[in-house]
Nanobody, 127 residues
Framework: QVQLVESGGGLVQAGDFLRLSCAAS?????????MGWFRQAPGKEREFVAA??????????YYADFVKGRFTISRDNVKRMVYLQMNSLKPEDTAVYYC?????????????????WGQGTQVTVSA
């Protein structure tokens, strides 16, 4: 059983930054495991934000179009942490952000392939 715990959310102003962290515990998963961040705003479906997946000797990263150039996903396999650096935040980024993993199979941009989910951390961006 894998447990994922997010932290780092909060209330910020537009243009500010936040760094979300996801701590993994429980059964280990390899450094090749695909990990992702999703978000869900009130009244909306959960949507993909970013993912990181090992390809050969390096990590490939994937981003939703609406965060490209602003958000960066990274991980520290020694610490068993996954991070989401969020810069230039906008009010439309307001949502609960969830860490998920590992994803089975090649698709990492939809919720279905992910086995475990954290409880979420609230990010609120004021105008």
């Amino acid at each position: 059983q894998v447990q994922l715990v997010e932290s780092g959310g909060g209330l910020v102003q537009a243009g500010d930054f936040l760094r979300l962290s996801c701590a993994a515990s429980g059964d280990t998963f390899g450094s090749a495991a695909a990990m992702g961040w999703f978000r869900q705003a009130p009244g909306k479906e959960r949507e993909f934000v970013a993912a990181i997946k090992r390809f050969r000797w390096a990590d490939d990263t994937y981003y939703a179009d609406f965060v490209k150039g602003r958000f960066t996903i990274s991980r520290d396999n020694v610490k068993r942490m996954v991070y989401l650096q969020m810069n230039s935040l906008k009010p439309e980024d307001t949502a609960v952000y969830y860490c998920a993993g590992p994803a089975a199979g090649p698709v990492v941009t939809t919720p279905g392939p992910y086995s475990y989910w954290g409880q979420g951390t609230q990010v609120t961006v004021s105008a």
